[in-house]
């Protein structure tokens, strides 16, 4: 067996832990932090310091493998797991899952993660321990065959080498101005997501919001170069619903309207209502959906909430309940499941978007990478954290070096040939 010792070294996120719940219910915001009482179970205040465990796969040749373990911004909603807690996280893995990894064949990924993420007394391991030692298997698997992360997961899931550049999708966080600004100057691809999280930011009939949407395409075309022409992408957190009502027509017309206002460009609306249970989801956001293609082409609806493991994915995408599903890896779990998840959707013609969360770390966001170009999802996000500039950096150089080596295989391969 290639792993004879196992690591663990705690760590920072990106960004920070907030509690979704009292936000939404009207949490006072004080600069940066929020002010007021925790409700959702785990939460010692509304925002916490987002925290990670960093765990190491010592190979037989001493090179030692490292994944990142940590959860979302906004852990315990939505159906999400809870709040992430190092200490538990650190004890499960030293007890259950260190002796599964000292007897795997590293060099056969999907293998070797189907034996270590066995159940434990019945119930599936954390969400955020399989992520983080996913990631160390693949670049364990990666390291033994001397190729890419990339090239692991084309292999184990018969794919053919990507040749296609993933579009990259950056989030502003309150720093919306400024943020837009260096996105536009950058060329993203997809902005600004806008963290409209709250009633405030939202407006009453959403005319704040709807202010926010016609600013950032104006400010495109001031400042953008000749010819950038972004997707329009903003997450609401549920405040169509909470605003407009819940009723599938109304949320419809309202993004209609939006879209009515930036006729230029592609419009997508991540999360405009919470239904309550991914059952309700699914049915209401497929009617939006339906009502959507026939009444507003440029406008397409994304799904993060009540849509987190490879299951819920699964039943989104069949049901056409998304044009766009938002593939959250920390709450998928095994990396290996972002990839199942992207080509689940691309059976189903449904969008996929590799996300994640700004509390991840720059280990999370290169293996993302690798996963959401194997798989040529339609658009992944840059990450960690809320500054625009260092994720934008790290996935998209990433990506670009990942796309180098490619190329010059191919060229290897044409030439034998």
Not at 106 to 124: N, W
Request: hydrophobic share 40%; aromatic share 8%; proline share 4%.
């Amino acid at each position: 067996m290639q792993i004879k010792d196992v690591l663990l070294a705690p760590g920072y996120g990106a960004f920070f832990y907030d509690d979704q719940a009292a936000i939404g219910a009207g949490a006072i915001q004080d600069r940066f932090i929020y002010t007021g009482k925790p409700i959702t179970p785990g939460f010692t205040s509304l925002r916490l310091p987002a925290s990670s465990l960093s765990v190491g796969l010592v190979l037989t040749d001493d090179i030692v493998v490292w994944g990142d373990m940590m959860s979302v911004q906004y852990s315990g909603a939505g159906g999400r797991d809870a709040l992430f807690e190092t200490a538990k996280i650190s004890d499960l893995t030293s007890r259950v899952v260190t002796p599964r990894l000292l007897d795997v064949d590293a060099s056969c990924y999907l293998d070797a993660c189907a034996h270590v993420f066995e159940s434990c007394e019945h119930k599936r391991l954390p969400l955020a321990l399989e992520y983080g030692v996913s990631q160390a298997l693949l670049r364990a698997a990666a390291h033994l065959h001397r190729t890419s992360m990339a090239e692991i997961i084309c292999s184990e899931f018969n794919l053919p080498l990507p040749t296609r550049r993933v579009p990259i999708y950056c989030q502003s966080g309150d720093a919306r101005e400024t943020n837009v600004d260096k996105m536009i100057l950058k060329a993203v691809d997809v902005l600004p997501h806008g963290l409209i999280n709250s009633r405030q930011k939202f407006g009453a009939d959403g005319q704040t919001f709807m202010e926010f949407v016609k600013w950032v395409a104006v400010r495109t075309r001031e400042i953008g170069r000749p010819g950038y022409h972004p997707v329009l992408h903003f997450d609401v957190y549920g405040w169509i619903g909470q605003e407009i009502g819940l009723g599938p027509q109304r949320i419809a017309d309202f993004i209609c309207k939006v879209a009515d206002t930036v006729p230029d460009f592609t419009l997508n609306i991540e999360s405009p209502a919470d239904f309550g249970s991914t059952q309700d989801q699914i049915e209401n956001y497929a009617k939006i959906v339906s009502i959507l293609n026939n009444q507003c082409s440029s406008a397409r609806v994304v799904v993060d909430e009540r849509c987190n493991t490879l299951e819920d994915i699964r039943l989104f995408a069949e049901a056409k309940a998304a044009h766009l599903i938002q593939i959250k890896t920390p709450d998928v779990g095994s990396i290996a499941d972002t990839a199942r998840a992207v080509l689940v959707c691309r059976e189903n013609k449904v969008g996929a978007y590799v996300g994640g969360s700004c509390t991840e770390t720059d280990l999370s966001a290169q293996a993302s990478v690798h996963v959401s170009v194997a798989t040529q999802a339609d658009m992944m996000l840059a990450k960690p954290g809320m500054g625009v500039d260092e994720a934008f950096s790290i996935v998209g150089n990433e990506q670009n070096r990942l796309l180098a080596m490619l190329n010059r295989r191919r060229i290897q391969k044409e030439n034998v040939g």
